[in-house]
């Protein structure tokens, strides 16, 4: 808004200031996303940071036999390539060695003089020239060779692999599916109906249930969590089925979100046209033909805001679920198990990131398709008390 | 694998389908059984008037029936266990709130949650509304905005993954593969456990919760400026209000109230601060807050529920205010449009 008065070094300043600020903002995530991407050992050898650069390895190789030998001009020769046979190993030579004390002493490309009137070249590429004036013995031949090979970044997809199949991650991810779709749809379904009978139906004490349930937006969800397990301890016992199922994570998450579902629902619902429902009433429909013909196409937006807003709060939840779900492998959540994972696998990165990114992954992906309607829920929804 | 998605497919069918099925079939059965086409028509007056009143407690039932079991119940349920002993048997008094007034891991808790509540909504509310500003002059500013707002759409749990490769620590004279501790080396300093420096932990757990939030802050404070009549900073600027003077004087006191609903939204969101605390430390080095000191008193150690709904009651009297000032601002705005 006020482009129009700024000056250009202040404009500069304002682009790096808000560069830096995303910068740190982002950073951490993008630890997140490129460690889950590399090899385990890279991971704890060096900082992610690294990984996007060449990183240069001391690596040691073996020189061709006598076998290999060529008589050329009077001098005895044996061509390779560091590269052949090092599984793994690839990149640019920048400086070899044949000791081990000094693995780099000689830059790529320069003659090496060894001990024996041998001559070594290495070259960027990998490919070496071994010269001797006499000809190669089983002593002098096939030596040991050191060299610092700066390897290209290397990504690999094994850790999703393992995570996925191995560590319980794809099963958590399905049980998150599995109380995340219901756990949206159904308070959307029960909120839009009531919100439209407390909008634009005639029943008594509507006065009276509206401020109820604006009045619930403030207990905090703590609130509700002992005398819930007692409950659903009690119906488990007295109905002989374990109280810990789906369904009762369904309907807790249905209870916690209702509130915010009918207060936002009701404010869209009651602010739509009279016109449009008195003629629908004319017309001979009834309420149920209403809402369903009239209604519900109508707060669309609404709706879509209130399905985003549960989705994320459901997905990311992990008080509810580690509450009124079991531990099992049946059961456990995403958020759960990377919770467990934290305790056992510690200290396995490649693990962690991994199944860190898998979890979000699905939010993320919903907030950067339907950010519009996010925003609009956000706007909405500063009330909820959840 | 197969089994399990089929399950899961399932059980999605049916819970979705039974809620539907409520409805749709409950309004059909009263359509049937008190037709508004009935032969003669003082019988289908008659059935018309029962269908509209006994219509819109189908539509509301199942929220009001959810509403009860699930919050309504619960609050009456926690004030009356908290006057009760550990199982819930013995009436006990205030014992349960007077055992938290000098119990050390209490005021501990308290004392933790007072910090975040003095450190976060306010770092979160005042870098939310740097970035909305400069942002708001760049022509790239909702990718800025976009990407802030990103690390909202995180679980807890998964920031806390991400924070804690960020805190990471390996020994002195070992490659750091955390970057603040790596950072810290590079400037010669020692690297340091930090989720366990005493004190100062607190501190690190905070920076996650305004790593998420400040974009909660900065979308809501952003969509406020734009409601600044340009004319007013027009005005400002011919009279010669340079930048800060316009920040302070203009946009600031014009924004407040929206300034405030951020605020204390984040400060209610601290309250029941849980699931970072639960994951990065759990608890342990002085870091337990009270919703995290709730839940140990419930789960472990064979429970005690009442001393854990007491505290409960504490959480629900802190937040109460201020979520009951938060909905009257809210519906007081929906007034004035």
């Given at each position: 808004m006020l482009k129009r008065f700024s000056l250009e070094p202040s404009r500069i300043a304002l682009n790096i200031a808000v560069l830096i600020i995303i910068a740190l903002w982002t950073f951490p995530t993008a630890g997140l996303l490129i460690s889950s991407l590399r090899d385990k050992n890279d991971i704890a050898a060096s900082g992610w940071w690294t990984a996007l650069s060449s990183a240069d390895v001391a690596k040691k190789g073996r020189l061709k036999d006598k076998v290999d030998q060529v008589e050329k001009d009077g001098k005895f020769t044996i061509s390779g390539n560091v590269f052949e046979g090092a599984d793994g190993v690839s990149g640019k030579v920048s400086a070899f060695g044949t000791k081990v004390q000094a693995p780099g002493g000689n830059p790529a490309g320069t003659v090496a003089t060894l001990d024996n009137g041998q001559t070594l070249v290495v070259n960027v590429d990998g490919s070496y020239v071994l010269t001797s004036p006499t000809k190669f013995t089983d002593e002098d031949s096939g030596g040991r060779v050191f060299y610092i090979a700066s390897q290209p970044p290397r990504f690999t997809l094994e850790n999703y692999q393992t995570v996925l199949f191995s560590e319980g991650i794809g099963r958590s991810f399905i049980n998150s599916l599995t109380v995340t779709i219901p756990a949206t749809i159904i308070p959307i379904l029960i909120a839009a109906f009531a919100a439209y009978a407390l909008a634009w139906m005639k029943l008594p004490f509507r006065g009276l249930i509206i401020a109820i349930i604006v009045g619930l937006?403030?207990?905090?969800?703590?609130?509700s969590l002992i005398p819930l397990l007692k409950l659903y301890n009690a119906a488990g016992t007295f109905m002989g089925?374990?109280?810990?199922?789906y369904l009762g994570v369904w309907l807790a998450h249905t209870g916690f979100g209702l509130p915010f579902a009918i207060y936002l629902l009701r404010s869209y619902i009651a602010g739509l046209p009279k016109d449009l429902i008195e003629s629908a009433q004319i017309d001979g429909a009834n309420d149920f033909k209403i809402f369903r013909r009239v209604v519900l196409p109508l707060c669309f937006p609404a709706l879509a805001s209130f399905a985003i807003f549960q989705f994320l709060w459901v997905w990311n939840d992990l008080l509810v679920a580690i509450v009124f779900l079991g531990s099992g492998p049946d059961q456990l959540v995403l958020t759960g198990k990377l919770n467990a994972l934290l305790g056992s696998?510690?200290?396995n990165w490649e693990i962690l990131t991994a199944s860190a990114f898998v979890t979000i992954i699905v939010p993320l992906t919903v907030f950067f398709s339907l950010q519009r309607y996010f925003v609009r829920g956000l706007l909405a929804g500063s009330v909820k008390g959840g | 694998m197969i089994a399990q998605v089929l399950y899961a497919f399932f059980t999605v069918v049916l819970g979705v389908g039974g809620c539907f099925g409520y409805f749709y079939g409950s309004n059909w059965l009263l359509d049937r059984t008190f037709p508004a086409n009935a032969n003669n028509d003082a019988s289908a007056v008659r059935n018309l008037r029962v269908q509209a009143n006994i219509r819109p407690w189908l539509f509301l039932g199942p929220a009001l029936l959810l509403l009860s079991v699930y919050l309504i119940f619960p609050v009456i349920q926690t004030v009356w266990l908290s006057f009760h002993d550990r199982a819930g048997d013995q009436f006990v008094g205030l014992a349960n709130y007077k055992w938290a007034f000098y119990d050390d891991q209490f005021r501990l808790s308290i004392f933790n949650n007072i910090l975040w509540l003095a450190v976060v909504p306010a770092l979160c509310t005042l870098m939310g509304l740097i970035i909305a500003v400069l942002t708001d002059r760049l022509w790239w500013g909702n990718l800025a905005k976009s990407l802030i707002f990103?690390?909202?759409?995180?679980?807890f749990v998964g920031a806390s993954v991400i924070w804690k490769f960020v805190y990471d620590y390996r020994g002195a004279g070992q490659q750091q593969i955390g970057i603040l501790n790596a950072i810290v080396t590079y400037f010669g300093g020692d690297p340091q456990v930090w989720i366990s420096l005493p004190f100062w932990n607190n501190f690190f757990l905070m920076a996650i919760l305004v790593w998420i939030q400040t974009g909660f802050a900065t979308v809501i404070l952003a969509a406020a400026l734009r409601g600044i009549p340009e004319d007013t900073l027009e005005a400002a600027n011919i009279d010669g209000a340079g930048p800060f003077k316009i920040f302070y004087r203009i946009m600031v006191p014009q924004i407040y109230s929206t300034i405030l609903v951020v605020w204390t939204t984040i400060t209610v969101l601290v309250l029941k601060i849980f699931d970072i605390v639960l994951t990065m430390t759990n608890s342990q080095w002085n870091t337990s807050v009270l919703a995290n000191l709730m839940f140990d008193w419930m789960?472990?150690?064979?429970?005690?529920f009442g001393r854990g709904a007491a505290i409960a009651i504490v959480i629900m009297v802190a937040v109460l205010p201020i979520m009951i000032w938060n909905i009257r601002q809210a519906n007081n705005e929906q007034k004035g449009h």
């Amino acid at each position: 808004m006020l482009k129009r008065f700024s000056l250009e070094p202040s404009r500069i300043a304002l682009n790096i200031a808000v560069l830096i600020i995303i910068a740190l903002w982002t950073f951490p995530t993008a630890g997140l996303l490129i460690s889950s991407l590399r090899d385990k050992n890279d991971i704890a050898a060096s900082g992610w940071w690294t990984a996007l650069s060449s990183a240069d390895v001391a690596k040691k190789g073996r020189l061709k036999d006598k076998v290999d030998q060529v008589e050329k001009d009077g001098k005895f020769t044996i061509s390779g390539n560091v590269f052949e046979g090092a599984d793994g190993v690839s990149g640019k030579v920048s400086a070899f060695g044949t000791k081990v004390q000094a693995p780099g002493g000689n830059p790529a490309g320069t003659v090496a003089t060894l001990d024996n009137g041998q001559t070594l070249v290495v070259n960027v590429d990998g490919s070496y020239v071994l010269t001797s004036p006499t000809k190669f013995t089983d002593e002098d031949s096939g030596g040991r060779v050191f060299y610092i090979a700066s390897q290209p970044p290397r990504f690999t997809l094994e850790n999703y692999q393992t995570v996925l199949f191995s560590e319980g991650i794809g099963r958590s991810f399905i049980n998150s599916l599995t109380v995340t779709i219901p756990a949206t749809i159904i308070p959307i379904l029960i909120a839009a109906f009531a919100a439209y009978a407390l909008a634009w139906m005639k029943l008594p004490f509507r006065g009276l249930i509206i401020a109820i349930i604006v009045g619930l937006l403030v207990v905090p969800l703590q609130m509700s969590l002992i005398p819930l397990l007692k409950l659903y301890n009690a119906a488990g016992t007295f109905m002989g089925v374990p109280s810990k199922t789906y369904l009762g994570v369904w309907l807790a998450h249905t209870g916690f979100g209702l509130p915010f579902a009918i207060y936002l629902l009701r404010s869209y619902i009651a602010g739509l046209p009279k016109d449009l429902i008195e003629s629908a009433q004319i017309d001979g429909a009834n309420d149920f033909k209403i809402f369903r013909r009239v209604v519900l196409p109508l707060c669309f937006p609404a709706l879509a805001s209130f399905a985003i807003f549960q989705f994320l709060w459901v997905w990311n939840d992990l008080l509810v679920a580690i509450v009124f779900l079991g531990s099992g492998p049946d059961q456990l959540v995403l958020t759960g198990k990377l919770n467990a994972l934290l305790g056992s696998r510690g200290g396995n990165w490649e693990i962690l990131t991994a199944s860190a990114f898998v979890t979000i992954i699905v939010p993320l992906t919903v907030f950067f398709s339907l950010q519009r309607y996010f925003v609009r829920g956000l706007l909405a929804g500063s009330v909820k008390g959840g | 694998m197969i089994a399990q998605v089929l399950y899961a497919f399932f059980t999605v069918v049916l819970g979705v389908g039974g809620c539907f099925g409520y409805f749709y079939g409950s309004n059909w059965l009263l359509d049937r059984t008190f037709p508004a086409n009935a032969n003669n028509d003082a019988s289908a007056v008659r059935n018309l008037r029962v269908q509209a009143n006994i219509r819109p407690w189908l539509f509301l039932g199942p929220a009001l029936l959810l509403l009860s079991v699930y919050l309504i119940f619960p609050v009456i349920q926690t004030v009356w266990l908290s006057f009760h002993d550990r199982a819930g048997d013995q009436f006990v008094g205030l014992a349960n709130y007077k055992w938290a007034f000098y119990d050390d891991q209490f005021r501990l808790s308290i004392f933790n949650n007072i910090l975040w509540l003095a450190v976060v909504p306010a770092l979160c509310t005042l870098m939310g509304l740097i970035i909305a500003v400069l942002t708001d002059r760049l022509w790239w500013g909702n990718l800025a905005k976009s990407l802030i707002f990103m690390p909202l759409a995180i679980s807890f749990v998964g920031a806390s993954v991400i924070w804690k490769f960020v805190y990471d620590y390996r020994g002195a004279g070992q490659q750091q593969i955390g970057i603040l501790n790596a950072i810290v080396t590079y400037f010669g300093g020692d690297p340091q456990v930090w989720i366990s420096l005493p004190f100062w932990n607190n501190f690190f757990l905070m920076a996650i919760l305004v790593w998420i939030q400040t974009g909660f802050a900065t979308v809501i404070l952003a969509a406020a400026l734009r409601g600044i009549p340009e004319d007013t900073l027009e005005a400002a600027n011919i009279d010669g209000a340079g930048p800060f003077k316009i920040f302070y004087r203009i946009m600031v006191p014009q924004i407040y109230s929206t300034i405030l609903v951020v605020w204390t939204t984040i400060t209610v969101l601290v309250l029941k601060i849980f699931d970072i605390v639960l994951t990065m430390t759990n608890s342990q080095w002085n870091t337990s807050v009270l919703a995290n000191l709730m839940f140990d008193w419930m789960f472990r150690g064979g429970g005690d529920f009442g001393r854990g709904a007491a505290i409960a009651i504490v959480i629900m009297v802190a937040v109460l205010p201020i979520m009951i000032w938060n909905i009257r601002q809210a519906n007081n705005e929906q007034k004035g449009h």
